[in-house]
């Protein structure tokens, strides 16, 4: 795994932005992955920017997202849904038939499940896909003890997750306790991950994902079995990294390193 350090959160929100552009630009009509949470709303406003002023152009890129709330609506404040089209997709030139997020309120979700794995497949999988981590440790929401297997399915919200989120709802009682999400098989099978994380309450995380045993219990350290995941940080959650030190020489050295593409 890479590991890119940035002294602050917009400096690694543009490093990450940077990388979805240069993708878009190089493939137009890529595929891409997208997260919600705090995380990535630095690199969605520069994505946003970088749409406005530089023409960035979405009309031929499919997204799909990681999960969903289970009971909420599309248009409900807390829904992915609705983040989705507020922080991002409001902003850019992406057609609402490339976006595929799951849905919180179908009467089927086993089918809907198996529907939108076959999506990713038949539009040729996932260039891109972009991963916050919780602080249990979980990407998507692939819980503690989730199979590292794992496929799109509905899971049950560990307490953790339920009270980091608790701060967007009036009350604790309104988190939904369910939420439809991607498994960690899904996530390993894109072609390259952007893993994010800022903030010193997730330093802990991301040392057990970067630097422990690979494990169900930190779902984020599967990504040690992806072949191109580049992990970006600020310096908060770098933290606890025992092998800091050599992420940066690498950085560091990386000009003079020899060229493989
Ligand atoms: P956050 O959530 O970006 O809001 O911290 C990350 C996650 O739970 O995956």
Request: glycine share 6%; hydrophobic share 40%.
């Amino acid at each position: 795994m890479e590991v890119i350090i940035k002294e602050t959160y917009d400096l690694m929100s543009k490093a990450a932005a940077e990388a979805v552009a240069s993708l878009i630009n190089s493939k137009p009509n890529a595929v891409l992955g997208l997260a919600t949470g705090s995380t990535p709303l630095g690199l969605y406003r520069e994505l946003a920017r970088m749409h406005k002023s530089d023409g960035l152009d979405f009309s031929q890129v499919t997204t799909f997202n990681l999960d969903e709330y289970v009971g909420l609506t599309k248009d409900h404040p807390q829904s992915y849904h609705y983040f989705m089209h507020e922080n991002l997709f409001k902003h850019i030139n992406i057609p609402p038939q490339n976006v595929y997020i799951p849905s919180g309120t179908t009467t089927n979700y086993r089918a809907f499940c198996a529907w939108f794995e076959r999506r990713i497949e038949e539009v040729g999988g996932i260039d891109l896909q972009l991963l916050g981590i919780g602080s249990d440790g979980h990407i998507a929401f692939n819980e503690p003890s989730s199979s590292l297997g794992s496929r799109t399915r509905i899971k049950t919200l560990a307490r953790q997750t339920i009270e980091d989120n608790a701060r967007f709802f009036d009350r604790i009682e309104d988190v939904p306790v369910y939420a439809i999400t991607m498994g960690v098989g899904t996530i390993l099978e894109a072609r390259q991950i952007l893993f994010l994380a800022n903030g010193e309450n997730k330093a802990a995380a991301v040392a057990a994902a970067v630097e422990g045993p690979v494990t169900s219990m930190i779902t984020a350290s599967a990504l040690q079995l992806h072949p191109d995941t580049i992990c970006y940080l600020d310096r908060p959650a770098a933290g606890k990294l025992k092998m800091i030190d050599y992420y940066e020489w690498i950085q560091a050295k990386r000009p003079g390193a020899p060229k493989t593409a």
